[in-house]
C-alpha cells in the first residue's frame, strides 16, 4: 500500500476531525497537544498525519508534501487554492468571515476620497472585498490579535473569522458585514488523486459517510 500522508492543524480542526477520521478507521498514536512531534503515527501502518500551522495546510496540499489535509474556507480563500480539490465540506469549526469596526462605525460611513485602513490576516480577501464594493482600502497585514488595531488607531477596520462575537465585543468593536460563511473543507492534491487513486477514493468516502 502506498503511504498517506493528512494534514492538520492543533485545535479545533484537530479535535474536529478525529471523530471523522476514526469512521475511516484511522487513529491518531499521539496527541498533538501534549506531544512535541510533528509527523504522527497512526494505527494504520500507512497512514501519517503531518500537525502544522492551519494557514500551511493548503501550502502542504499544494505541493504533495501532504496527499489530502483539513483547511478552513477561510484560509482557501486566502490561498486561492491552487493545485487543489476541495471534495467536501466537512461542516465543522464553523464560523464568518466578517469585517469589524468600533461600536460607532457607520456601515458605509467613508469621506469621500479617503482610503480606509484596514487591518487583517486575510490581505488577499481584503482587497478582493473592498474591490468590488468599490471603496479605496489600504490593507495592512497583521498576524494576529488584528482586534487591537482599530483601538490603537492603526486601522478603521479589521477582516476577521468571527464565531460567538465575544472577542469583538470584548474590545469595544461590532460586526459589520458579512463576507463570507466559514467551514473546515477537505483537500486534496490533484496528482495524489491520480497516483494513489485507490487508497485515496477509499479515504474521501469514509470521511464523507462520516459527515
Ligand atoms: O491560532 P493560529 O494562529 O495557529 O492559527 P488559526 O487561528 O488560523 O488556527 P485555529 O486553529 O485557531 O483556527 C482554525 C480554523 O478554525 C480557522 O481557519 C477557521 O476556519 C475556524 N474557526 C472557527 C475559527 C473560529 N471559529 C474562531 N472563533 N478560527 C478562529 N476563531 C477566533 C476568532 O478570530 C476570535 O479571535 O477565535 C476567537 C474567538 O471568536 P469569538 O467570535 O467566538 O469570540
Ligand atoms: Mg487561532
Not at 477561510?74 to 464568518?96: F, M, N, R, S, T
Amino acid at each position: 500500500m502506498q503511504t498517506i500522508t493528512i494534514a492538520l492543524s492543533k485545535g479545533r480542526i484537530f479535535k474536529e476531525t478525529l471523530p471523522l477520521l476514526a469512521h475511516a478507521d484511522i487513529i491518531p498514536l499521539d496527541d498533538p497537544e501534549s506531544s512535541r512531534k510533528l509527523i504522527l503515527d497512526t494505527n494504520q501502518e500507512h497512514i501519517k498525519l503531518v500537525i502544522i500551522r492551519a494557514t500551511d495546510v493548503p501550502t502542504y496540499v499544494q505541493y504533495g508534501a501532504a496527499d489530502i489535509g483539513v483547511a478552513g474556507k477561510d484560509v482557501l480563500l486566502e490561498h486561492g487554492g491552487q493545485g487543489l480539490y476541495e471534495p467536501i465540506d466537512l461542516g465543522i469549526a464553523k464560523c464568518k468571515l466578517m469585517t469589524a469596526g468600533p461600536m460607532d462605525a457607520e456601515i458605509n460611513y467613508f469621506e469621500q476620497g479617503k482610503k480606509i485602513r484596514v487591518a487583517t490576516k486575510f490581505v488577499n480577501v481584503a482587497k478582493r472585498f473592498y474591490a468590488e464594493k468599490g471603496v479605496q482600502a489600504e490593507v495592512i497585514k497583521l498576524y494576529g490579535s488584528m482586534e487591537l488595531a482599530p483601538i490603537v488607531n492603526l486601522a478603521d477596520r479589521i477582516v476577521d473569522v468571527v464565531d460567538t462575537g465575544n472577542t469583538l465585543k470584548a474590545n469595544g468593536l461590532k460586526p459589520m458585514e458579512h463576507i463570507a460563511d466559514i467551514s473546515s473543507r477537505l483537500v486534496v492534491n490533484k496528482a495524489s488523486m491520480k497516483m494513489k487513486h485507490d487508497e485515496m477514493h477509499h479515504l474521501i468516502k469514509k470521511i464523507s459517510e462520516a459527515v
